[in-house]
C-alpha cells in the first residue's frame, strides 16, 4: 500500500478563496463599524434607566428615615435648598452619583405637601388627604396615549435629560433645557416612548403606591 509523505499531501488556499474571506471580513467589520454605536447607544439608554430607579428607590429610603420627602437642589452639587420643589436632584443628600451617563445631572420636582411631615405617621396622613382629594395635589404627570389625558397626581418626578442632555417639553415649559421652578409642574407620564423630539428618562412615584410602602 502506498502512502503520501510531506507537503504532496496538501492543498494551499486559492485565491479565490482567499478573496472570498477578505470580502467576507470586511463585511463583518462594516458591519461591526455600524453596530457600535447603536450598542453604545443602547446601552446609555440602559444605564439612565438603571440610575433613575435607583434614585427613585433613594427617595423613598429617604422617607423611610426621616418622615418626608426631600426638597430639591438648586444648583448640581447635589445638596437640599430648603424650600425649594423644582430643580435638580439632591444627590449628594441621598447619598448617590447625581450624572447620567450623558454627564448630566438628574433633575428632580416633588409635591410640596410631602416635604415638611416631621414623622412617617404624619407622612402617611398627608398622603390620604392628597389621595382623598381633600389636599389639591400640585404636581401631575400627564399620558397624553390616551383620550381624553390621563392627568395623575404623584408624589415626586426623578429625570435624566437623555442624550440631547436638556430635558425636554413638557418637563421643560419655557425652553430653557432643564427643569426649575418656573415650569408648571406637570410632567410626562414614565411610559412615555423615546421619539426624535423626546428623549427624557422619567420615573415617578404614584401617591397610593407610596402609600402602600410606607409603615
Not at 43 to 48: P, Q, T
Request: hydrophobic share 40%; net charge positive.
Amino acid at each position: 500500500m502506498s502512502r503520501r509523505h510531506g507537503a504532496s499531501g496538501r492543498r494551499g488556499f486559492t485565491l479565490i478563496e482567499v478573496s472570498i474571506a477578505l470580502v467576507i471580513l470586511g463585511l463583518l467589520v462594516g458591519l461591526g463599524a455600524q453596530l457600535l454605536p447603536m450598542l453604545v447607544k443602547q446601552k446609555k439608554l440602559s444605564d439612565s434607566r438603571m440610575l433613575v430607579k435607583e434614585a427613585k428607590t433613594a427617595i423613598i429610603g429617604y422617607v423611610m428615615a426621616t418622615g418626608r420627602l426631600p426638597y430639591a437642589s438648586a444648583t448640581t452639587n447635589g445638596t437640599v435648598t430648603t424650600g425649594r420643589l423644582s430643580g435638580y436632584l439632591p444627590w449628594a443628600t441621598l447619598g448617590m452619583a447625581g450624572r447620567d451617563p450623558y454627564n448630566t445631572t438628574l433633575f428632580y420636582a416633588v409635591e410640596s405637601h410631602l416635604v415638611n411631615t416631621t414623622s412617617t405617621a404624619q407622612f402617611k396622613q398627608r398622603l390620604a388627604l392628597l389621595i382623598s382629594g381633600a389636599t389639591t395635589a400640585d404636581l401631575f404627570c400627564v399620558d397624553t396615549s390616551v383620550t381624553p389625558n390621563a392627568t395623575v397626581p404623584v408624589a415626586f418626578v426623578v429625570i435624566s435629560a437623555g442624550e440631547n442632555m436638556r430635558a425636554d417639553s413638557p418637563n421643560d415649559d419655557n425652553n430653557n433645557r432643564r427643569v426649575d421652578v418656573n415650569d408648571d409642574n406637570r410632567f410626562a407620564a414614565p411610559s412615555r416612548p423615546i421619539t426624535s423630539t423626546y428623549d427624557d428618562v422619567l420615573e415617578s412615584a404614584g401617591l397610593p403606591y407610596l402609600n402602600g410602602l410606607i409603615p
